[in-house]
């Protein structure tokens, strides 16, 4: 089993860029398909972005691709979420997640994936 931390969240003004990184540890990265979504306040969780195993292939929600960009770095078990330009509706709780080794394919379901981070805060000031 795979434990996900996150980490690189943050108060930041609207135009910066903020790099959220989920280290992985218990087993290697290499093995999941992985994603990152994100709870904004008062709403339900959000698919943001994912990956492949080898990082060849990745997918975005609408609302953030062009900004956002998700990669990885297989030998150091983590996984980044590169975001330009923050928008103050990019504030959110971040999360990263593994898909069961089992399955190859990518998800933009919630219920796609099995292993969680505890998540980070991103926060976006006008």
């Known amino acids: 089993q795979v434990q996900l931390v996150e980490s690189g969240g943050g108060l930041v003004q609207a135009g910066d860029s903020l790099r959220l990184s989920c280290a992985a540890s218990g087993r290697t990265l290499a093995s999941y398909v992985m994603g990152w979504f994100r709870r904004p306040p008062g709403k339900e969780r959000e698919f943001v972005a994912a990956i492949s195993r080898s990082g060849s292939t990745t997918v975005y929600s609408d609302s953030v691709k062009g900004r956002f960009t998700i990669f990885r770095d297989n030998a150091k078990n983590t996984v980044y979420l590169q975001i330009n330009n923050l928008k103050p509706e990019d504030t959110a709780v971040y999360y990263c997640?593994?898909?069961?080794?089992?399955?190859?394919?990518?998800?933009?379901?919630?219920?796609?994936?099995?292993?969680w981070g505890q998540g980070t805060q991103v926060t976006v000031s006008s």
């Open positions: 997640a593994a898909r069961d080794v089992y399955y190859g394919t990518i998800s933009r379901q919630i219920g796609g994936y099995d292993y």
